[in-house]
Structures are given as C-alpha cells and as structure tokens.
C-alpha cells in the first residue's frame, strides 16, 4: 500500500527532476533526450543478413524481415546552438531524431522510420521494416532499383509513387516545416503493398518545439580536426567556393523555405533521369507538372548523355527557379520535445 509519505517524496523527486530540466538550455534538453534513446541495453538479434557496401560508412544489414543501420566507425555526434532558434546536428543525430518524430505523426505509414533501438557490438542501431514490392516474382526495394531493373516501366505506376511523395512531402511541411535534401529516386521505398515511402532522412531540415520553444533543426559540417579532415575547414570549402547543389545549400539554411517544391520537383527529375528513355522521361515531366509551383524542369534532349544520372546532384541540375525562392518569415511544429511525468517526451 502507498502511503502518503511515500506519495509525498515522489511528489518532491518528480519536481526536483522537473526543476533540473526546466534548468537546461534546448540544447542541453536535445541532448540528453536522444542519449537517452540510444543508452539502450538489449541486443539485436538478426538473422540470414546480407551487408551491402555503403557510401557514408554507415553499417548497414538486410534481412529476413528487416533491416538494421548504425552509425559509422568513424561517427562524431555534434549537436550545437547555430543561433538563437537553431540547432544544428550531425547527420546520425538528424537520422535519429526526425525518425522519432515521425513516429509520432498520423503519416508515419508513408515515411520510414524504426520499430526498434537495439544494440549490435555495442553500438546502438535502428531496426526498421525491409522494404520490398513484388511484380512478377522480382522485388523492388525502391523506385531506382525499379526504374534499372524492371523490363518495361509503367508510367502511370510510377508518376502514382510521385504523386504519393508529394502528398507526403505537403503534409511533413505543414506539420514540421520539413525539407528532404537528398532528393534522389534511391531514397523512395517501394513497400510490400506497393506504396512510396520517403526514405533516407540524415540529410533534411525541419522545426521542433522544445519546452514549447520553435527551434530549426539542421546539419552541421563536421568541421572539427579529424583524421579525415586533418584541417578542419575541409567540409566548408564547397559552400566558400559557391559547389553546393541548390539542395546541398538547404541543408545548412537557418529558416524554412515556404514549401517543399524544390524536393518535388527533384524527386521528379531524378525519376526522369532515371526512366532509360527521353519519351519516358518527357511524360514524366508532364504528367507530374501540376505537383510543385515556382520551378520547372528542363531535361537535356538526351538523358543518357547525363553523367551520374542517380546522384542528387543531377537531380535539381535540370530544376530552374521561375522566382526567387522565399521564406517562412515564422517557426512552427506540431511536436515538442518536454518533460512529462519526470522524463522527456515527444508529444503532440
């Protein structure tokens, strides 16, 4: 039986927990949330894994029914104040908190995300379903390998799957002011049941309430000294040199542009780019038009003359602006990050 004296020193340790955290900057409070997500003690189990190669080092398993990523070996967690209502992060960081935020909104079916932290060699990692759709025996597992590999592309099919990313996109902007910057075909999953579902999220841009405060949550430039970048102004020298992609420049902007279009209209060119004809390409533009405002594409007249057609970069090559891109003058979110009943939370 709980006696009031018992009730009483829970009372005072909730509000003594309560005081620490209101205490904390954002930052610290971010922090400490995702610590908290991969101070995790059970172990993964998979089972039948095959390990494709991977570009940003991150260690990544396919199997039976799911797939398992962690972190690279050569992982720096950053997580820093840019200014006054902007956090920045690495990607690993990003990957995992935009996760955990979308599982909290009602199009989490349309949006990857992870069913379980779990530890693999004592590194924590994010189990999440294999993704795969099945037409006549072969699977799919996103919308390039569909596009290579598929003996005859149906059009219509595939301009359905845009359509379904777009959608995706509008309502993730409306909730979160979000921004995919890696638009390219390989980051759109084919499910089971034939559905696109927007993948790869540590590279993106979104808003956050932390203690009911907006907060833009970006990617940092791991600038440090590292082996890897011995100087440590390596990663900024193609913003200095004016080398980013038009995507590559909205990962590290502080406010959100007013709309997703240039990640739709970059979806589409990459598709384009990829359909293996200039017929196909052409009714893709044309079909998919009216999903974006204030851009247009222009496809070269042979897109098999495109080097490294998958590559985001010759994704929003061909995207030209009609007008200057604007931006939301004010920060909002659906979500927020605070303490409740003693612990921090995510909450709608």
């Not at 993964?44 to 190669?53: A, M």
């Not at 797939?67 to 992982?75: D, G, H, I, R, W």
């Not at 992609?245 to 959100?256: A, D, G, V």
């Amino acid at each position: 039986m709980v006696t009031k004296k018992k009730r009483e020193a829970k009372r005072k340790t909730i509000k003594n927990i309560t005081s620490k955290i209101s205490n904390k900057s954002n930052i610290d409070i971010l922090r400490q949330y995702l610590y908290a997500l991969t101070n995790v003690s059970q172990q993964c189990k998979p089972k039948n894994c095959i390990i494709p190669k991977s570009k940003s080092g991150q260690q990544i398993m396919i199997c039976n029914n799911n797939v398992y990523k962690a972190p690279s070996e050569q992982f720096v967690n950053r997580i820093e104040q840019a200014d006054n209502n902007t956090i920045k992060m690495d990607n690993y960081s990003m990957n995992l908190l935009i996760q955990s935020v979308i599982k909290l909104l009602p199009i989490k079916d349309s949006v990857e995300h992870y069913t379980k932290i779990c530890k693999i060699n004592n590194k924590y990692t994010l189990r999440s379903k294999k993704m795969g759709y099945k037409i006549k025996s072969k699977k799919y597992r996103t919308l390039q390998d569909y596009l290579l590999n598929i003996p005859e592309i149906d059009i219509n099919l595939v301009c359905k799957w845009l359509e379904q990313i777009c959608k995706t996109l509008d309502i993730l902007y409306k909730k979160i002011q979000f921004h995919h910057c890696d638009t390219k075909a390989e980051q759109i999953f084919l499910s089971h049941t034939g559905k696109a579902i927007l993948g790869d999220l540590d590279k993106v841009t979104f808003t956050l309430l932390i203690n009911n405060k907006s907060e833009r949550i970006r990617l940092t430039r791991l600038s440090s000294r590292s082996y890897l970048n011995p100087f440590g102004y390596i990663s900024a020298l193609p913003e200095k040199l004016h080398l980013l992609s038009k995507l590559e420049s909205m990962r590290f902007e502080n406010n959100p542009r007013i709309g997703p279009d240039l990640e739709k209209a970059g979806f589409i060119e990459s598709v384009a780019l990829l359909s293996r004809t200039q017929h196909n390409a052409e009714a893709i533009v044309k079909k998919t038009k009216h999903l974006y405002k204030n851009y247009k594409i222009q496809l070269p007249e042979n897109i098999l003359t495109v080097k490294r057609p998958s590559s985001q970069t010759a994704a929003v090559y061909y995207v030209k602006e009609i007008k200057t891109p604007k931006y939301a003058t004010k920060l909002h979110s659906v979500v927020n990050l605070n303490e409740k009943n003693g612990k921090l939370k995510l909450t709608i």
